[in-house]
């Protein structure tokens, strides 16, 4: 089976302007976390906001510093999030509503748990573990973005792009390893932040993520060549052994 390429396409400038628009989206959206998060706590000094604020900072910056050296188009086509017209309507509604869940529940819980102490007698080792779990959920997404030419942000066939199955790096072991990362950082992020009860609104994205993975695999084996081959060669979803 033809194992996809990163592409190493010199920039253009449409591609420079969207990657510019996207490092524009990306700094607004780290400041509308750490608004919300802080503004929920209803304090500016609490250590574990900063340093889950420090981590997503550190994430979105790591998309340009990966993709620009080596695929500077799959860069472009993420700035384009759920706005083209051909990503399935399912995956809108989706990803809409699984990640306001998250941003309007889960951190804002944590916020709202930090302030009034509706979790008691916490552990920094639990926040540590979940440091550690957010650090390998974002890195193991950031592995298989850097792996796949075609990690668009939206569901849909890239025909224009020239398509092709990506079945090599962590594609060996599970089909959809960039939903298994955020998954684990969707989970991992409540203890980071010192919360057991934003583990609820995080676990309900999680289940609606592990949704999006069976509908964008049962789309895959629909319409890309080659996926029903590689899916009988790699028979996991997300997690070797289980699904």
């Known amino acids: 089976m033809k194992d996809n390429s990163i592409s190493h396409h010199e920039m253009t400038p449409e591609v420079r302007q969207k990657i510019n628009q996207w490092i524009t989206q990306s700094a607004i959206g780290v400041v509308v976390f750490a608004f919300l998060l802080l503004l ?30 080596i695929n500077p188009e799959l860069l472009a086509e993420r700035e384009k999030g759920l706005s083209d017209p051909e ?10 509503v699984g990640v306001g869940i998250f941003l309007i529940g889960s ?17 920094i080792l639990l926040h540590i573990f979940g440091l550690v779990l957010t650090i390998l959920g974002f890195g ?7 792996s796949n030419a075609f990690f668009a942000e939206g569901v849909r066939i890239q025909a224009e792009r020239g398509h092709t199955v990506a079945t090599g790096e962590p594609y060996q072991f599970v089909r959809h390893p960039g939903y298994a990362g955020a998954i684990l950082g969707m989970l991992a992020i409540p203890f980071l932040l010192g919360s057991l009860w934003a583990v609820i609104p995080a676990a309900i994205s999680a289940c609606l993520y592990v949704l999006r993975t069976y509908l964008e695999d049962r789309t895959l084996l629909e319409e890309l060549p080659g996926y029903q081959v590689y899916a009988q060669q790699t028979r996991y979803r997300l997690f070797p052994g289980v699904w």
């Open 107 to 123: 951190l804002f819980v944590a916020g709202l748990d930090e302030r009034f102490d509706w979790t008691v007698s916490y552990s």
């Open 140 to 146: 193991l997404f950031l592995w298989a973005m850097a």
């Open 40 to 69: 929920s706590a209803g304090r500016f000094d609490w250590f574990w906001g900063w340093v889950f604020i420090a981590v997503i900072a550190l994430f979105m910056a790591a998309h340009p510093l990966i993709l620009i050296p």
């Open 87 to 96: 990503v399935k309507s399912w995956d809108r509604k989706l990803t809409l």
